[in-house]
């Protein structure tokens, strides 16, 4: 079946430790995006990627890198940079910048720290 | 002002009731409307999705778009417990820029 997996579902950070959450879609998709989900809070967009090798900061990008060098793959590395990282990373594709379509999510990697 | 405000309940009913569900927007250029469902430790599901004004129906599910008041619904008739979840409004001026509202938890009783 054509979707979106995340891995892993849950993950645990040591102070001073990078996390890479993984997000990988066989849908063909052209635009990938990472948000970040927090109670309360509506999503927050971190970065977003419309083509291969190439990705955009989002509002709260600070304390988080990622790469996108295959269509499948959007990794985020959260670093120790970001002290507050402990929250739920929703990954999502959309078929294309301009397709007039919405866009599809994972079923999210919840972060914690130790 | 956030660009998106949504009630964030929890919105309690018995079953088979009507549910309302609504957000407020602030960007008059929003042209795009979504309505996702989001189940406990789960990712967003698309429920619907509509362009500029009106309304779009499918099966218990309807939505409605008003953009001269700046206001969206989304309408669940005979609700089940089934549909007890998170319900999250988005919308967007042109795609690959998404707001969202921070989400409705809507609890429906047997």
């Known amino acids: 079946d054509g979707g979106i997996t995340q891995s892993p579902k849950y993950l645990f950070r040591k102070e001073g430790q990078n996390v890479t959450l993984s997000c990988e879609q066989n849908?063909?998709?052209?635009?990938m995006y990472w948000y970040r989900q927090d109670p309360g809070q509506g999503l927050r967009l971190i970065y977003y990627s419309q083509i291969v090798n190439d990705f955009q900061k989002g509002d709260i990008a600070e304390g988080y890198s990622v790469s996108r060098e295959k269509k499948e793959s959007f990794p985020l590395t959260v670093t120790s940079a970001q002290k507050n990282p402990t929250a739920f990373y929703l990954c999502?594709?959309?078929?294309?910048?301009?397709?007039?379509?919405?866009?599809?999510f994972g079923d999210g990697t919840r972060l914690s720290i130790l | 002002q956030k660009e998106v405000e949504q009630d964030p309940g929890p919105l309690s009913v018995p079953e088979g009731a009507i549910v309302s569900l609504n957000c407020t927007y602030s960007?008059?250029?929003?042209?795009?409307f979504m309505w996702y469902r989001q189940y406990s430790r789960k990712g967003p599901e698309l429920l619907m999705y509509t362009y500029s004004s009106g309304n779009k129906e499918d099966g218990r599910f309807t939505a409605q778009v008003d953009k001269s008041s700046k206001y969206i619904s989304l309408f669940i008739r005979d609700s089940q417990p089934s549909d007890s979840a998170t319900y999250l409004c988005?919308?967007?001026?042109?795609?690959?820029?998404?707001?969202f509202g921070s989400g409705t938890k809507l609890n429906v009783k047997p």
């Open positions: 849908l063909n998709h052209d635009a």
């Open positions: 999502a594709s959309e078929g294309s910048p301009y397709s007039n379509q919405p866009q599809h």
């Open positions: 988005a919308m967007s001026e042109v795609f690959n820029k998404f707001y």
């Open positions: 960007n008059s250029a929003f042209q795009y």
